[in-house]
């Protein structure tokens, strides 16, 4: 298995409070990526990163920043959490923006009440 | 995001059964893929498709890329226990993956 962690696992969160998931790779890949997995609509990008401090958007990233001071650590934060941010975030990393094998996290299941 | 739309949403399959789901896009993709998931864990890539027509096998699983480009199939011949989970198809249009809502697979009691 591919050396992806997350953190924290599982999360509980009051609307308006500022959230941060931390995706922390030991394979010194490239690219990292932060989906969130809802029923009905499988896994969409919210942003990803192609080097240190080097971020882009993907198709969701409103109500998200991230941020890569590392090459092994990228964290995704919800400023002010809200209810619709309740979702199963995976992080992915992968050596190559064309790589068709990009390897996923456990994820973090987070709930926004 | 691209609309990827996987079918059949759910299945029940004993075990033995051979089993068929597919994924159709109203985009081309240049490349088709198949994850699987299991519960609690990250998706696994299953199969990567490059070539429009493309058949190709991983063991009991079979998946073809659709000659429009649009298209994609998975098969799994004689299933067995561990292949229940969540199989995901997946476009590539340059560095996104865009996903299909996914086909939970159950085993029929």
């Not at chain 1, 962690?5 to 995706?23: D, F, N």
């Not at chain 1, 029923?39 to 919210?46: E, Q, S």
């Not at chain 1, 941010?85 to 456990?106: E, H, K, N, W």
């Not at chain 2, 476009?91 to 996104?96: E, H, L, N, S, V």
């Amino acid at each position: 298995d591919a050396g992806i962690t997350q953190s924290p696992r599982h999360k509980v969160t009051e609307t308006g409070t500022p959230v941060t998931l931390r995706c922390h790779q030991t394979e010194n890949h490239r690219y990292m990526y932060w989906y969130r997995q809802d029923p009905g609509h499988g896994l969409r990008l919210i942003h990803y990163s192609y080097g240190v401090k080097d971020t882009d958007k993907g198709e969701v990233s409103d109500g998200y920043s991230v941020s890569r001071s590392k090459t092994e650590d990228f964290l995704l934060t919800l400023e002010s959490a809200t209810s619709s941010q309740t979702s199963v975030y995976f992080c992915a990393i992968s050596d190559s923006l064309t790589t068709d094998t990009q390897y996923f996290g456990p994820g973090t299941r987070l709930t926004v009440l | 995001g691209q609309q990827l739309n996987q079918s059949p949403q759910s299945m029940f399959i004993q075990e033995g059964e051979d089993v068929s789901m597919n994924c159709t896009s109203s985009s081309i993709f240049n490349t088709w893929l198949w994850y699987k998931q299991d519960p609690g864990e990250g998706p696994v890539l299953l199969i990567a498709l490059y070539k429009a027509g493309e058949l190709t096998s991983n063991g009991r699983l079979t998946a073809q890329f659709g000659i429009t480009r649009k298209d994609s199939f998975l098969n799994i011949s004689a299933s067995i226990p561990s292949d229940v989970g969540i199989y995901f198809c997946a476009g590539r249009d340059d560095y996104k993956l865009s996903f299909g809502a996914g086909t939970t697979v159950t085993v029929r009691a």
